[in-house]
């Protein structure tokens, strides 16, 4: 069974960066697409971004599209999402998500899921 924990949230300046950063475990990377959505409360969670099996094709939503970047690290199993140019709309649980056929940007496309890390931008 697939595992993934995210990391790398926190409370940051709005205009400031984040990494964050999901380490899967038991299988690759390259087996799977994978996304990141995030959730507030009170709201569905909602589409962040999302890669390819290996090749590197990426989708964003509108929302983050020019400011996020997401990317694997094959070496490490991990995916990454690098957040720039924050805004206090961001602040969110972040969740990493993978499937085993292609990336999709409806969260019923992915099966495994991480707990979520929470992401904070202050004003």
């Known amino acids: 069974q697939v595992q993934m924990a995210e990391s790398g949230g926190g409370l940051v300046q709005a205009g400031g960066s984040l990494r964050l950063s999901c380490t899967v475990s038991?299988?690759?990377?390259?087996?799977?697409?994978m996304a990141w959505f995030r959730q507030v409360p009170g709201k569905e969670r909602e589409f962040v971004a999302a890669?390819?099996?290996?090749?590197?094709?990426?989708y964003y939503s509108v929302p983050v599209k020019g400011r996020f970047t997401i990317s694997k690290d094959y070496a490490k199993n991990t995916l990454y999402l690098r957040m720039n140019s924050l805004k206090s709309e961001d602040t969110a649980v972040y969740y990493c998500?993978?499937?085993?056929?292609?990336?999709?940007?409806?969260?019923?496309?992915?099966?495994?899921w991480g707990q979520g890390t929470q992401v904070t931008v202050f004003a």
């Open positions: 890669i390819s099996k290996v090749g590197g094709a990426t």
């Open positions: 038991e299988r690759t990377i390259s087996d799977y697409a």
């Open positions: 998500a993978g499937a085993p056929t292609f990336a999709h940007t409806r969260e019923s496309g992915y099966q495994y």
